[in-house]
C-alpha cells in the first residue's frame, strides 16, 4: 500500500518485555505437540428408524495422532464388524442400522495418540432400545362389591423416556379421573371406592414413547361391581335393607406408598431436578390429600399439586428443598399419614480443573482439580489415558494435585482428571508440552494497515516462541524501539498506535528473539482523513402537516470513496432507502424529505456514514409543534349560588407552552347549544373560579391556546345549574321615537337571557312631563317598547325603566329625557335677500324662524329657486325648481350654477325630522352677463395653395349679447413642435364664415374660433387641415357627433363634383377602426336633376334601411363594450386632436372649471390674451349648501352640485368640426 504522508524518521526508545506470551495463544500445528480432542459425541440412542450411528471423535495433534476404542472399559476394535465404517486420520466411525444392533449397546471411550501422549474422550453411551411390547396375557374379569378399592395394573413395557401412560376404553375414549379415581406415577389406575358406574369391560392402557414413536396397548381389562349384598344371610322379608348395611364405610388406607413402607420413607432428588411425591388413599368416603413440609414451610409459588392433590411436584430442587415432607389422607371417619424424608443430591461438578499449557525446560508444574458432588466425589489422575502409579512417577501426586520439577522434554504428556459419584463422572485433561523453539511469526510480513486521523492503529504480530520471546517494534529505518504513551503492546504481540496523526504513517517491524533464535516482519501504515458529517438544519421546530427537508453533509478521505456509505436512522431504527410510505417519506442518499409532518414523525434522526475505516453520526432532532390536544378530566368544585371552580387536566402542549386557556359556556335554559366564551385565564393555570349568572343551567368547556393555534374543545363537564335572583341591572339605551305629532314611543335595549337572573321577567315603565309637578306615570310591559298617545307636540318627558322578575326588582334606574312627536315647522323664514357674486353665484340671505315655531329639532333651511326668463332675448321660460340644503341653524348660503344673464326666483324654507315648513315669499333677482360657450361647429370649407375658407356656427349658449369672434391659427406638424399663433379679430358678431390668405402650402395648420361678450370670450372651437400642394386640389376634414339613436344624419356645406371618404366610427373607439367608410362624389349643378328621384327608389331605400341597421347593431355592440368599465390609453397626439363632444359635454356639466389634467401643446396659449379672469368666486366653499348630490365642504372640497335636470339636447348640440381621424395625405 503506497505512503500517503513522508514523516522525519523519529527513534523513540521502548523495551516491551511480556512474560509467558507463549501460553497464551494456540500452539501452531507445525510445532510438535500433544494430542488434543477437538470434537465426541454424547450419549446417542439408536433409533431403530435410523439408516446408521455415528459416533463422532477428532482430535489433532503433531504428529498425527491414531485413535483406539474401548466399550465398557474393554479394548473395542473398530474392524470387528463390517456394519462399522471408519475415516482415515479420523477416530468417528459409523454403525449401519442392519440387523440385530443391539450387542452395540455400551459406554465407549476414544483414546488418540501419538509420540508424546494419549488424549482420552468422555465416555460415550450408546443406546439401542428394544421395540416396547405388553405381554400377551389373559386377564381375569375383577368382580367387587360396591364402595370396595381397586387398583387396574398397567406394567407398561420398558422404553426410552419419556414415557405417557392414557387409561381409555375401546373408543379410545379417556377414562374420567377425579379424587375417587386417578391413576399412579407408574400408570396403575386406583379406585378409591368404586360406584356402580365403574363397570365396564374396556379398561385399556395405552403406553406412548415418543422419541420412539410408538404407541402400544394392554389386553382390555373388566371390572365388576355388584350392587348389594345383604348383612345378613337370613333371608328374612323384614330385614332391614340400610345404607348402612350395603356401603361399608372406612377410614382411608395409604395405597402409596403401600403399607409395607411403613409410616415413613426416604426419597433421594438429583440437584436442579424435579421431586415428586406421591401418596394415593383408598377409603369410604372418599379421602382428600393434604402436604405440609414438616422441616420448616412449603417454598412460596414453586411447589404445586397434580392429580387432584395427590402428587406433590417441585421444580429445580435445591438444597433447600431437603427436608421431611407429610401427607395426609383424611375423610370423615379417620385419617391416615406418610412422611417423606427427601434428600437432595448432585452429580459432580468442577471446582478447579486442571490447566495445560506451553513450558519451556527447566521450569516446573502444577496441576490442580477439585471437585464437589453428593455424595462426594472421589478424583482419579491418568497420564496418556492410564491410571499413574505412583511408585514410577517422578513428580509429585495427591487426590487434588500433581507437580513437577525441572521440566524437560520428554515429560510432556496429556494429564486426566476424574471425578465421579454415583450420580455421574466428569472428566478434566490439561496437555502439558515442554517445548524449546525458535520464535515463530505466525503474521504474514509485509502486511499493509490504514486508519484514519484520531482512531487507533493496530499493527498485528503474532508470535509463538518457547521459551516466551521478547517483542519490539521499529519505525522505517530506526532501530530503536518504540517508546511513548501513545504506543501499547498487547499481550498477543499487536502494538496499538493510539490517537492517530498523518506523521504516524509509515514502515513498522516487529522484532521477537529468545534464547533459541530471533525473527522479524514489517508492516506499513497509511493514515487516511477521518470521515465528518453536519445534518442541516439542526434541531428543527416545524408545523404538523408542514414539510422538512435534512441534509447530511458529509467529508471523507476520497481514497475510502468506493467504501462509503450513508443511512439514516429515526430514534435507532433503521430508515430503508427509498422509503415511500404513500410518498410522503422519501430518503434520498444524503437528503431526508418528509411532507405533510405528523406528530409521529417527531424523533432524533441520525445520518450515520461508514467507510472501510471508520463510521460516524451526526443527529438532529425535529420537533413537530401542533395546536395543544384538548384538556382531560373537566371537573366542578366549590360551588356558590354565583361562582364555581372549574379544573382540569391540560393536554399535551405539542413542544409549544399553552399561552392561555379559553373557558366557554353553554346554557340549556335560554340559548341551547351555543356555545359561548366565558373567561381566559393563563395558560399555566388548570383551575379557575367562574363567575355565573342566576338561573342558568351551565356546562363548560376548555380550550387550550398555543404559538401554533387553538385545540379541539374539552368534552363537556358536568351540568351545573345557579338558583334565580331578582335582576342586578336595568335596561340601557333608553330612548323615543315617534312617527306622529301627539305620540311617544319609549323603547330600550332589553335585557339579555343571562341578565334576567330569573323566571317572570317584565319592565316597570315610569314616565311624567318635565317641568311640570306630577306624580309618575307607571305601566308593566313584557316587551321592550311602549306607546304613549295624545300627548303634546315636541315636550320634553323624564323617562325611567326597571327590571323586575318574580324574585324581585333590579337596582333604581337612571332618569332619561326625550321628547313627544315632532309636527312640521310652521313658519317661513323671512328678510330673504340676494347678493349677486358673478354671473353663476349668488350668496342668500334670510332670518331664520323662532324656535317654538320649529316644534322638533331644527335640521337646517332648504333654498329653492328657477329660472323664469332669459335677458338676452326676454323669453319666459317653463319653471323647472332646484334646490340646496343648508343642515343646521344659519341664515345664508351660496347659490352655483346659475346662467348668466337670467332672471331667477327664490325662497327658503326650514325643515326639521318631521318634515318641510312653508316657504318665504319669493325673491327675484338676476345673474349679469358671462362669457359665452364654444361655438357649436368649426369646418374647414375650401383649401387653396395659400388660403383657406372657415365656417363655424353660433354658440350653444351666448350668455350675452354676442360682441364677436377670435380668430387664432398656427402651424403644427407631427412633432410636438408648433409654429406661433396668429389672431384675427372679428368684430361683427353676425359673421359666421372667414377667408385665411397667405398660408404656407403643404402645410398643416390648426384653427381656432371663440366667441366673445362684453366679460370676455369663451372656449375655443378647433379644427386641423393642411393646404393643398401646387396643381392639386384642398383636402380637408369634417366631424360631426352623432347620436346613437339617429338613423341618418346630413351632412351640409359641401362642394358640388367633389369627392368625399365618409366613415362612421366609434366615440372613444381604442384604434378609431371605422364601422362604416365609403367614398362618395357630390353632383356638379349641371347633373344636379339626374339625381333628383334617388330618394324614392326602392333599392336605394334598402340601402339605406340595412345600412342603418348595421350600424344600429355595432353601435350597440360598442356601447356595451364601453360599459364594462375598459380603460384605454390617450397618446399625446390626442392633446393634438381633442375630441369636441366630449370636451364640450364637460363644458357643459362643470361650467368654467376647466380639467386639470389637460396638457397643452409647447407654445401653445392657455387664452386668447392675458385680460381674460376666471369666473370662479372667491368667497368660501362653506357658503354652498346641500343639493340633491351633495353640498361643499367647510374645507372647500365640492361634495355635492345644485339639483335640477339638463336642458333638452345638450348632446346633439355639442357637434363640433374637431377631426377625431388621421388627415388624408
Known amino acids: 500500500m503506497e ?101 452395540f449397546q455400551g459406554k465407549y471411550r476414544c483414546y488418540a495418540s501419538n509420540a508424546l501422549g494419549t488424549a482420552m474422550s468422555e465416555e460415550i453411551e450408546l443406546i439401542v432400545p428394544s421395540v416396547p411390547k405388553f405381554p400377551k396375557e389373559k386377564i381375569e374379569p375383577l368382580d367387587v362389591e360396591h364402595g370396595d378399592s381397586v387398583i387396574l395394573h398397567c406394567n407398561p413395557p420398558k422404553g426410552i423416556p419419556p414415557l405417557h401412560i392414557y387409561w381409555m376404553n375401546i373408543d379410545l375414549q379417556h377414562i374420567p379421573q377425579d379424587e375417587r379415581v386417578s391413576m399412579s406415577l407408574k400408570g396403575d389406575l386406583y379406585f378409591a371406592n368404586v360406584e356402580e358406574n365403574d363397570s365396564r369391560s374396556d379398561y385399556c392402557c395405552f403406553a406412548a414413547f415418543p422419541r420412539l414413536r410408538t404407541i402400544v396397548q394392554k389386553m382390555p381389562m373388566t371390572l365388576k361391581v355388584s350392587r348389594f349384598k345383604h348383612a345378613n344371610d337370613s333371608g328374612s322379608p323384614n330385614a332391614a335393607v340400610t345404607k348402612a348395611n350395603f356401603i361399608k364405610e372406612r377410614k382411608p388406607k395409604l395405597l402409596i406408598p403401600p403399607e409395607s413402607s411403613g409410616s415413613s420413607s426416604s426419597v433421594t432428588v438429583i440437584k436442579g431436578g424435579v421431586l415428586l411425591l406421591e401418596c394415593i388413599a383408598e377409603g369410604l368416603p372418599t379421602p382428600h390429600l393434604n402436604w405440609v413440609k414438616v422441616t420448616g414451610s412449603l417454598p412460596k409459588d414453586r411447589p404445586v399439586t397434580e392429580n387432584y392433590g395427590k402428587i406433590l411436584k417441585i421444580e429445580q430442587v435445591s438444597a433447600a428443598d431437603e427436608g421431611t415432607y407429610q401427607c395426609t389422607a ?117 502486511e499493509n494497515y490504514a486508519t484514519v486521523v484520531g482512531y487507533s492503529a ?92 435534512l441534509k447530511c453533509q458529509s467529508e471523507y478521505d476520497s481514497h475510502l470513496k468506493h467504501s462509503f456509505k450513508l443511512s439514516w436512522r429515526k430514534d435507532g431504527g433503521e430508515l430503508p432507502v427509498n422509503s415511500t410510505e404513500y410518498g410522503r417519506i422519501i430518503v434520498d442518499m444524503d437528503t431526508l424529505f418528509i411532507s405533510s409532518v405528523t406528530l409521529e414523525d417527531q424523533g432524533v434522526y441520525t445520518c450515520a456514514a461508514s467507510t472501510s475505516l471508520d463510521s460516524v453520526t451526526a443527529e438532529s432532532r425535529l420537533i413537530v409543534l401542533d395546536v395543544p390536544d384538548p384538556p382531560e378530566d373537566l371537573q366542578l ?25 379559553i373557558i366557554e359556556f353553554e346554557e340549556s335554559r335560554w340559548e341551547p347549544g351555543k356555545w359561548q366564551e366565558l373567561t381566559r385565564t393563563a395558560g399555566n393555570e388548570t383551575t379557575a373560579i367562574l363567575s355565573l349568572a342566576p338561573y342558568m343551567n351551565y356546562q363548560f368547556r376548555v380550550i387550550s391556546v398555543n404559538a401554533v393555534g387553538r385545540s379541539r374543545a374539552s368534552k363537556p363537564s358536568l351540568r351545573y345549574a345557579t338558583p334565580p335572583a331578582a335582576p342586578d341591572k336595568n335596561p340601557e339605551n333608553i330612548r323615543i321615537e315617534a312617527s306622529e305629532p301627539n305620540e311617544m314611543v319609549m323603547k330600550w335595549e332589553p335585557l339579555k337571557p343571562a341578565e334576567r337572573n330569573g323566571p317572570g321577567l317584565e319592565y316597570k315603565v315610569s314616565w311624567r312631563q318635565q317641568g311640570v309637578e306630577a306624580d309618575w306615570n307607571e305601566e308593566m310591559v313584557k316587551k321592550h317598547s311602549l306607546t304613549l298617545r295624545n300627548t303634546p307636540t315636541f315636550v320634553p318627558y323624564e323617562i325611567k325603566v326597571q327590571a323586575v322578575n318574580n324574585l324581585g326588582s333590579g337596582p333604581e334606574p337612571n332618569v332619561t329625557t326625550g321628547y313627544s312627536g315632532e309636527d312640521i315647522p310652521d313658519a317661513a ?90 316657504e318665504s315669499s319669493p325673491v327675484v333677482f338676476e345673474t349679469p ?18 388660403s383657406v375658407t372657415l365656417s363655424w356656427g353660433l354658440p350653444k349658449k351666448a350668455n350675452g349679447h354676442l360682441t364677436g369672434y377670435v380668430l387664432q391659427y398656427q402651424i403644427i406638424n407631427e412633432t410636438h413642435e408648433i409654429g406661433p399663433l396668429n389672431d384675427v379679430s372679428i368684430t361683427n358678431h353676425s359673421t359666421l364664415s372667414w377667408r385665411l390668405s397667405n398660408l404656407s402650402s403643404s402645410t398643416k395648420y390648426k384653427f381656432y374660433v371663440r366667441a366673445c361678450t362684453v366679460k370676455g370670450c369663451g372656449k375655443p372651437v378647433t379644427e386641423e387641415g393642411l393646404t393643398m400642394a401646387q396643381g392639386s386640389k384642398g383636402i380637408g376634414k369634417i366631424s360631426e357627433a352623432v347620436n346613437p339613436t339617429q338613423k341618418f344624419h346630413p ?38 336633376g339626374i339625381y333628383d328621384g334617388i330618394s324614392t327608389q326602392g333599392w336605394f331605400i334598402g340601402l339605406m334601411c340595412a345600412i342603418a341597421l348595421l350600424t344600429l347593431l355595432l353601435l350597440t355592440v360598442c356601447f356595451v363594450r364601453r360599459n364594462k368599465g375598459g380603460k384605454y390609453s390617450v397618446k399625446e397626439k390626442e392633446d393634438l386632436h381633442p375630441d369636441p363632444e366630449a370636451q364640450s359635454i364637460k363644458d357643459e356639466i362643470f361650467g368654467e372649471y376647466s380639467d386639470s389634467d389637460e396638457k397643452p401643446l409647447k407654445g401653445s396659449l392657455q387664452s386668447i390674451n392675458g385680460d381674460i379672469k376666471a369666473t370662479e368666486s372667491a368667497d368660501s366653499l362653506v357658503d354652498y349648501g346641500e343639493g340633491e348630490h351633495g353640498m361643499f365642504n367647510e374645507d372647500g372640497s365640492f361634495i355635492g352640485a345644485y339639483s335640477g335636470s339638463k336642458e333638452k339636447g345638450s348632446v346633439e348640440s355639442t357637434g363640433s368640426s374637431t377631426a377625431t381621424f388621421p388627415l388624408h395625405a
Open 829 to 918: 323664514p323671512s328678510s330673504v335677500s340676494v347678493d349677486t357674486v358673478n354671473s353663476t353665484l349668488v350668496k342668500v340671505f334670510w332670518f331664520g324662524i323662532p324656535r317654538d315655531r320649529v316644534r322638533g329639532h331644527l335640521r337646517g333651511y332648504k333654498v329653492s329657486w328657477w329660472k323664469t326668463k332669459s335677458m338676452l332675448d326676454g323669453k319666459r321660460h317653463h319653471p323647472e325648481k332646484h334646490f340646496l340644503t343648508f343642515v343646521g341653524d344659519r341664515n345664508y348660503g351660496m347659490i352655483p350654477g346659475l346662467e348668466p344673464f337670467s332672471e331667477f326666483r327664490l325662497t327658503v324654507l326650514a325643515y326639521n325630522a318631521k318634515g318641510d315648513g312653508p
Open 458 to 549: 493496530f499493527l498485528h504480530c503474532e508470535i509463538f516462541a518457547s521459551p516466551v520471546a521478547d517483542i519490539r517494534w521499529t519505525k522505517d529505518d530506526s532501530i530503536e524501539p518504540l517508546s511513548a504513551l501513545r504506543y501499547e503492546l498487547n499481550k498477543n504481540g499487536t502494538l496499538e498506535i493510539k490517537d492517530t496523526r498523518k506523521e504516524d504513517a509509515g514502515s513498522y517491524a516487529c522484532w521477537a528473539a529468545n534464547s533459541v533464535g530471533k525473527r522479524a516482519i514489517t508492516a506499513n501504515l497509511d493514515i487516511r482523513d477521518a470521515t465528518k458529517l453536519v445534518v442541516t438544519p439542526k434541531n428543527p421546530r416545524v408545523l404538523k402537516s408542514h414539510s422538512v427537508l
Open 1051 to 1088: 351632412i351640409e356645406a359641401l362642394e358640388p363634383g367633389t369627392e368625399y371618404t365618409v366613415r362612421l366610427v366609434t366615440k372613444n373607439w381604442v384604434d378609431n377602426n371605422s364601422i362604416f367608410e365609403d367614398v362618395i362624389e357630390t353632383r356638379g349643378r349641371a347633373y344636379a
Open 929 to 946: 352677463e358671462g362669457v359665452p360657450e364654444q361655438p357649436r361647429f368649426l369646418r374647414i370649407l375650401n383649401f387653396d395653395k395659400d
Open 330 to 446: 383424611s375423610n370423615s371417619v379417620g385419617r391416615v399419614k406418610h412422611e417423606f424424608h427427601v434428600h437432595v443430591e448432585e452429580p459432580p461438578q468442577w471446582i478447579k480443573e486442571p490447566e495445560g499449557g506451553v513450558y519451556s525446560v527447566g521450569t516446573n508444574l502444577v496441576l490442580l482439580c477439585e471437585a464437589f458432588g453428593n455424595p462426594e466425589p472421589t478424583i482419579e489422575w491418568k497420564l496418556n489415558g492410564m491410571p499413574i502409579d505412583s511408585r514410577t512417577f517422578r513428580g509429585r501426586i495427591s487426590a487434588r494435585e500433581i507437580s513437577l520439577t525441572n521440566l524437560q522434554l520428554q515429560d510432556s504428556a496429556v494429564y486426566q482428571c476424574e471425578a465421579s459419584n454415583k450420580h455421574g463422572t466428569i472428566l478434566a485433561s490439561a496437555n502439558v508440552n515442554v517445548l524449546n523453539i525458535a520464535p515463530l511469526i505466525l503474521t504474514s510480513d509485509g
Open 637 to 661: 368544585s366549590e360551588n356558590q349560588n354565583r361562582s364555581v371552580r372549574l379544573s382540569w387536566k391540560a393536554g399535551a402542549s405539542h413542544n409549544s407552552p399553552v399561552n392561555e386557556s
Open 3 to 103: 505512503m500517503l504522508l513522508s514523516t522525519k524518521r523519529i527513534t523513540i526508545c521502548l523495551f516491551f518485555f511480556v512474560l509467558n506470551l507463549a501460553a497464551a495463544i494456540e500452539i501452531p500445528l507445525s510445532v510438535a505437540q500433544l494430542p488434543t480432542i477437538t470434537e465426541q459425541s454424547n450419549a446417542q440412542i439408536a433409533y431403530p428408524f435410523d439408516e446408521d450411528f455415528t459416533i463422532k471423535c477428532e482430535a489433532k495433534g503433531n504428529p498425527q495422532p491414531i485413535f483406539n476404542w474401548t466399550k465398557d472399559g474393554k479394548p473395542f476394535d473398530l474392524l470387528s464388524d463390517p456394519r462399522i465404517l471408519t475415516f482415515n486420520n479420523s477416530g468417528t466411525f459409523v454403525i449401519q442400522n442392519h440387523g440385530i444392533i443391539t450387542n
